[in-house]
Every structure is written in C-alpha cells, then in structure tokens.
Nanobody, 125 residues
Framework: QVQLEEFGGGLVQPGGSLKLSCVAS????????IGWFRQAPGEEREGIAC??????????IREDSRPGRFTISRDKDNNRLYLDMTNLIPEDTADYYC????????????????WGQGTQVTVSS
C-alpha cells in the first residue's frame, strides 16, 4: 500500500529556513518520480519541485525575485524525500505535500495519484 507522510512544518520567521521530510512506504521512492506541492489558503495547489527516477531535479515554483530558495533531494537508504527551504517569506505560508503517480518523469501539473496528508508551514513574525 502506497503511503506518504510529511513532517517538518511549523512556524518560522521571515528569512528563516525549514526542511520538510516525506516518508514513503509501500514502494521504493527512488524507482519513481516524486514531487513537492503546496496550497496556500484560498489558492490553487501548485507544484514546487520534482525529482525523477534518474535523480534529475525540476523546479516549477515561481521565484521571480529570490531564485534557488527551494531544494529537493532524496535519501534512498531511508526512502525519504526532502525539501530544503531558505529565506522564507510570508507568501510561502501554505500546506506542503509530497505526491507521486509512480511514474518515471516529472511534469508541471498537480495531478498525482498518491498524496500525503500535508504539513503546514507558516511564515510570520
């Protein structure tokens, strides 16, 4: 049974950092593409980043003014996915999800077959 569970959200001040974790079970994470998504209150869900089976990283989040704030990575030994977030701003406040469709490639869409329950990130002073 495919399961995903996110950890690491919380309250952080603007300019701070967080590292989100996604624990996968029921499948080998590194055999498939998997990504991070977020949904802010009243907004549509958006893709942040994805890592393919081959380890290629793709970023979809708009970072017009502050590029490179998000980094996706995976730990094959522990079957985990990570999202490092730095220089957080209030607009990053959202529920963050990991998700996969057990495919091999990434795409910019937000339709996935398997989702975690999400972890809340609040950026506020």
């Amino acid at each position: 049974q495919v399961q995903l569970e996110e950890f690491g959200g919380g309250l952080v001040q603007p300019g701070g950092s967080l590292k989100l974790s996604c624990v996968a079970s029921g499948f080998t994470l590194s055999d498939y593409s998997i990504g991070w998504f977020r949904q802010a209150p009243g907004e549509e869900r958006e893709g942040i980043a994805c890592i393919t089976r081959r380890g290629e990283r793709k970023y979809y989040i708009r970072e017009d003014s502050r590029p490179g704030r998000f980094t996706i990575s995976r730990d094959k030994d522990n079957n985990r996915l990570y999202l490092d977030m730095t220089n957080l701003i209030p607009e990053d406040t959202a529920d963050y999800y990991c998700a996969t469709s057990l495919g091999f490639y990434c795409d910019s869409g937000v339709r996935r077959d398997y989702w975690g329950q999400g972890t809340q990130v609040t950026v506020s002073s």
